[in-house]
């Protein structure tokens, strides 16, 4: 229902900073949330962060609470996720989401219609 594209990843050496975009196209009225999910190699793919669209409330996980910050712009139909302070352990492919489903159930992938192809983020110690 909704086509989204991601980049910005690359390759940061530890503490630095990466800023990844989305970009949303398509039947994006239904949506209520925009996530970032993250998964790493041998592992689940988690959730990030994510933001209301309606009301701009925002949700992260305990692991990058206080390092990441995601942002909207409801006119471009972009969203955004600054990555500061990252961690060899931030290493992962990203993933913008959205989802129609709206209420509980913001931090389960499962939830969310919609998925991006991913950008690589690769922190070196």
């Known amino acids: 229902q909704v086509q989204l594209v991601e980049s910005g990843g690359g390759l940061v050496q530890a503490g630095g900073s990466l800023r990844l975009s989305c970009a949303a196209s398509?039947?994006?009225?239904?949506?209520?949330?925009m996530g970032w999910f993250r998964q790493a190699p041998g592992k689940e793919r988690d959730f990030v962060a994510a933001?209301?669209?309606?009301?701009?409330?925002?949700f992260y996980a305990d692991s990058v609470k206080g390092r990441f910050t995601i942002s909207k712009d409801n006119a471009k139909n972009m969203v955004w996720l600054q990555m500061n302070s990252l961690k060899p352990e931030d290493t992962a492919v990203y993933y913008c989401?959205?989802?129609?489903?709206?209420?509980?159930?913001?931090?389960?992938?499962?939830?969310?219609?919609?998925w991006g192809q991913g950008t690589q983020v690769t922190v070196s110690s």
């Open positions: 989401a959205a989802r129609t489903l709206y209420g509980f159930g913001l931090r389960n992938a499962k939830s969310y219609d919609s």
């Open positions: 398509g039947r994006t009225g239904s949506r209520s949330t």
């Open positions: 933001v209301i669209w309606d009301d701009g409330s925002t």
